[in-house]
């Protein structure tokens, strides 16, 4: 965990939070994108502590306070059961129809949440190279049905985009477990922060621009923009879009699952055993627990879990020292 | 390595060579709508069409699986013909559930007459032809789809033989518009090409670029055409007239069929006009 480095860290983080807004749900208004730009502004903020270093250790603050890491586990949990409910809502049907296809996908995740997240770390750079060329694609297939017209700026949706944007970060949490003794850390948080605001952004106004009205009336949009954005007359792209979609979903969970089993190992070692069985758990979870009180949990947790618990950590660890 | 082994020989058994062959698949090249729903779909190499009778697309898709012996893939349809009958959902379900590429022509025929006797290829490629010369404004699935899923719910298709156009409404209502007035609608619509145009004494003026430019004022949509040429001063003027009154025309037709092809609701919605009913439109074409 701790041999992550700073490209990796970035990586991770990426690929996870580039996963919750592929699945964006619905566009309101171009107002959004400057909620989102605010939204990635008070990221900052709330990650701005760890960032200079104002914070105690995740893992010494875990060895003190059993609850915390309890805390952190069961965070982790609920935001990979929200992954599933995602997949089982916005995969393509071609994906989740084919009984194969399901297994073999989660025998994937299972295989990826075992090996560990410094082997997911060595394999994230190399599928943000994925990601980009994806996306570069997507942009060629998109730009032939741009209309810059479609692109004006209105108010509609500036609240919306500020409270979904942040309430869909849930890797934000991460943050704290992840820079632990990670030297420069808080240079890889400093560029995944706006790389991806910017995403969000190239998304947006290509589904704006590109998509019009077919992908403002369907849920999930940006999918739709997939279907779309075809660059080729003789070869469709979307072999190369359900890659990206299925590797930014492993690597989500393996993220999920491997924090999830790291905060349980610092609460006792022989935890680690149990580690696989966190993927079965979080199916269960997303199938039982509501998916808007699964989004709403998390997104009422993450600040508290991303700065609030932090900064009271290192608050009480000032005090004690003073003490 | 030995650990590593599975892992290396585990692709050869995703390669998927143990799968249906590309001969045991048919590929749709055409497909045709009519009623709810019968389907006609002409593959790649095939003359005539297979028809088959359903309650739902994917039924019907699994009928012509049955009738074709093999699995039918969609994903390379070049061509979809409606006559108005459908359900206007089918072609809805058709992209986003089975895959149809948006780029797929839309035409307005007999669905089952027209396969039965034309070859789907040919007509693709007259389309193609005929937008990339500027003859035709530029249409095809992703166009029509989002087209009906404005207020007017009107899109604008071709007709059968790819020189005419319809406006085909959601609910199967059809209107015919004039040969001027898809002349007009070449310049009124994004992503259309115009290389030249052929004048009224029968000269021909070549088109070096085509801007359009849509604004509103005082409560009323505002297309401003620009066009760009060489031409010599007594044949521009003759483009300006002819294209003024052809986007005249359009425009014109175009409200009085209660739809809007050209993006008024777009206008409306950006300057805060009301779009139902559709505001004043009014064109300028400008020749430099």
């Known amino acids: 965990m701790n041999r992550l480095d700073k490209v990796q860290l970035f990586s991770l983080l990426l690929l996870s939070g580039v996963w919750t807004v592929l699945c964006t749900a619905e566009l309101i208004g171009t107002g959004e994108m400057l909620g989102a730009l605010l939204a990635c502004g008070v990221q900052f903020l709330l990650c701005l502590p760890m960032m200079r270093g104002k914070v105690p250790c995740s893992a010494d603050a875990f060895r003190q306070h059993k609850w915390l890491g309890c805390v952190y586990a069961a965070y982790f949990l609920l935001w990979g059961s929200y992954g599933f409910s995602q997949l089982r809502d916005a995969a393509p049907r071609g994906l989740t129809a084919e009984g194969a296809a399901v297994v073999l996908l989660l025998l994937t995740c299972m295989y990826t949440s075992t090996a560990g997240l410094r082997a997911a770390g060595r394999a994230a750079p190399f599928l943000v190279g994925l990601l980009v060329i994806a996306v570069a694609v997507l942009t060629l297939g998109a730009w032939k049905r741009i209309v810059p017209d479609r692109l004006y700026f209105r108010t509609d949706g500036i609240r919306y985009g500020l409270l979904s944007y942040l309430a869909g970060s849930g890797e934000l949490a991460a943050v704290w477990v992840l820079l632990g003794r990670l030297k420069n850390g808080a240079a890889a948080v400093k560029v995944y922060l706006p790389a991806r605001l910017g995403l969000f952004l190239l998304l947006f106004c290509l589904s704006i621009t590109a998509g019009g009205r077919l992908t403002a009336s369907q849920k999930y949009p940006f999918l739709t923009l997939t279907a779309l954005a075809q660059p080729f007359e003789g070869q469709r792209a979307d072999a190369l879009y359900l890659l990206a979609f299925v590797m930014l979903f492993v690597m989500h969970l393996t993220l999920m699952t491997g924090l999830s089993g790291h905060c349980l190992t610092l609460l006792h070692p022989a935890a680690e055993r149990w580690t696989p069985l966190l993927l079965p758990m979080m199916l269960l979870l997303s199938r039982i627990l509501p998916v808007e009180g699964l989004q709403l949990t998390a997104a009422v947790a993450m600040p508290l879990l991303t700065a609030g618990i932090p900064l009271l950590s290192g608050y009480y660890y000032k005090r004690r020292s003073a003490a | ?288």
Request: hydrophobic residues 40%; aromatic residues 4%.
């Open chain 2, 1 to 288: 390595m030995k650990r590593c082994l599975p892992i290396l020989l585990l692709p050869l058994l995703l390669t998927g060579c143990g799968s249906e062959g590309f001969a045991d698949r048919m590929y749709t090249r055409a497909i045709g709508l009519h009623g709810n729903v019968q389907m006609s779909v002409q593959g790649f190499e095939q003359e005539g069409c297979t028809v088959v009778d359903a309650r739902s697309i994917g039924e019907a898709l699994q009928y012509e699986e049955a009738a074709a012996g093999g699995k039918v893939f969609v994903g390379h349809t070049e061509l979809l013909c409606l006559d108005g009958t459908c359900n206007a959902d089918a072609p809805q379900e058709l992209f986003t559930g089975e895959g149809i590429s948006p780029g797929c022509k839309v035409l307005y025929a007999h669905p089952t007459a027209f396969l039965r006797a034309h070859d789907a290829a040919e007509t693709v490629h007259t389309l193609r032809m005929a937008e990339r010369d500027g003859l035709l404004p530029r249409t095809d699935l992703s166009t029509v789809l989002e087209e009906w899923q404005g207020i007017q719910q009107t899109a604008l298709v071709p007709a059968e033989g790819g020189r005419s156009m319809v406006l085909l409404k959601r609910d199967g209502h059809v209107t015919a518009l004039s040969a001027e007035a898809c002349a007009g609608l070449r310049c009124l619509r994004h992503g259309n090409s115009l290389p030249s145009v052929t004048l009224d004494d029968g000269s021909e003026v070549a088109v070096t670029s085509a801007k359009l430019r849509r604004t509103a004022e005082n409560g009323a949509v505002c297309y401003t055409v620009t066009l760009r040429t060489d031409a010599a001063p007594g044949q521009r003027r003759l483009l300006q007239e002819q294209m003024q009154t052809g986007c005249e025309t359009a425009v014109r037709e175009m409200l009085a069929a209660g739809a809007d092809v050209i993006g008024v609701q777009e206008v409306c919605e950006k300057y805060g006009i009301p779009a139902d009913p559709l505001p004043e439109v009014q064109v300028k074409v400008e020749v430099r």
